[in-house]
């Protein structure tokens, strides 16, 4: 594929806001996981962006006020974002820039507090419901497209654990095929009762805070966040420093189960090399790679036979989900930034909470963060349903 630069990001999650404390919990190792307070009284630790519940969204955009979209504004109000989507509609004009969003839970949490305030279960819903604005998929598209005053294409997708790292490929897609020059990437998910009591269901949320990898790993902890990037062609010269190249990206489906990935990793391999052929790359060529590490012991499982299969047992890997928790569809672009952190810092994150990596697993696990030359990295996004999709950043040259 033709390299595309990220110039500029944004991202908020329990860890911390802004890019800055982003890096300096991880460098510190401190995870964002605390015992759950909200929503229900489940006895298990989530990743909760604090305050939320007090920060609705103001006029103009009201009737977009949902948690979703609270977590999405309050991501883009950091690393002054905003002030380079200005400059970005100043270079190329609104209409060529697209929006390329993922969510997985959209504005759920609305919904599930109008069904709780109906008078009896037989009635209507309350007449303050907005559905269109707030469950609804796409409501965060249209929010941020008024927020951000664009007007070029725009799409959200949802397809699981993968979906906003599949955002990269949907963007990449439209600039190659002449619809847009830009594009802004990424997306949101937020805490609710639905994803949490429905993963508990499953057997899959872990009482404590998750521990990805280790050998008494026993479930996901469920955590919200929102991320952005900027994707552009040709930025300008002053952007180039601080820039991280999209160089490749490989998608897959594996379908071999609704919630279970094949169990030899054939799907998350899959991805993996078409990541790398879409870079013009080899195994070799990548220096630390971002896992989709769950916490399950089948997804994990899975995921180190396919890593070990294609890269071997040198490649430094590590999930930064005991830090956030597992975001859901936001996960993907959170941990693309995180990536991007590693190359521009030459620093590959640690692990919170793992304490010993499971013997079973042979890939060169990181419990601690190591400082080391980052030219390349390989972030992972698997899902349910198989969907699946592996993203390659790179240093500019």
């Known amino acids: 594929m033709q390299p595309l630069y990220l110039t500029n990001y944004a991202i908020a999650t329990s860890l911390g806001a802004g890019l800055d404390e982003t890096f300096l919990q991880l460098a510190a190792g401190r995870t964002g996981l605390r015992p759950q307070t909200y929503p229900g009284e489940l006895a298990t630790w989530t990743g909760r962006i604090g305050a939320l519940e007090i920060t609705p969204l103001e006029e103009p955009f009201a009737a977009f006020d949902c948690r979703n979209n609270r977590v999405a504004a309050f991501a883009l109000a950091q690393d002054h974002f905003m002030d380079a989507v200005a400059g970005l509609r100043d ?60 007007t070029g294409p725009s799409m959200v997708a949802s397809s699981a654990c993968a979906t906003t790292a599949k955002t990269f490929g949907n963007a990449a897609r439209m600039i190659e095929a002449g619809f847009c020059d830009a594009a802004i990437v990424g997306g949101a998910d937020s805490l609710c009762a639905t994803t949490i009591y429905g ?114 047992r040198e490649t430094p890997c590590s999930s930064t989900k005991g830090y956030t928790g597992h975001t859901l569809a936001s996960a993907g672009i959170i941990e693309a930034i995180i990536a991007a952190l590693a190359i521009q810092h030459d620093f590959m994150p640690g692990t919170a909470n793992t304490e010993e990596v499971d013997p079973a697993l042979q890939c060169r696990y990181l419990l601690r963060g190591e400082r080391g030359r980052v030219r390349r990295a390989l972030s992972n996004s698997f899902g349910f349903g198989g969907s699946n999709c592996s993203l390659v950043l790179e240093r500019p040259a």
Do not use: W
């Open 91 to 150: 270079r190329y004009g609104p209409e060529r820039i697209g929006v390329f969003l993922g969510t997985s839970t959209s504005g759920i949490e609305t919904t599930e507090s109008a069904y709780r305030r109906r008078a009896n279960a037989g009635a209507s819903l309350p007449p303050d419901f907005r559905y269109a604005e707030t469950h609804n998929i796409y409501s965060l598209g249209q929010f941020m497209r008024r927020l951000l005053d664009i």
């Open 199 to 312: 993963f508990h269901s499953l057997g899959l949320v872990s009482p404590t805070a998750c521990r990805p990898f280790d050998s008494a790993r026993d479930g996901i902890s469920i955590g919200e966040g929102a991320g952005f990037a900027i994707i552009e062609k040709t930025p300008p010269a002053s952007l180039m420093p601080s820039a991280v190249v999209l160089r490749g990206f490989g998608e897959s489906s594996d379908a071999y189960h609704m919630s279970t990935p094949h169990p030899e990793g054939k799907g998350a391999q899959l991805a993996m090399e078409r990541a790398l052929a879409s870079a013009g790359l080899k195994p070799a060529d990548i220096d630390y790679i971002n896992v989709h590490g769950t916490a399950t012991q089948v997804g994990d499982a899975a995921e180190d036979r396919a890593i070990v299969s294609l890269f071997g």
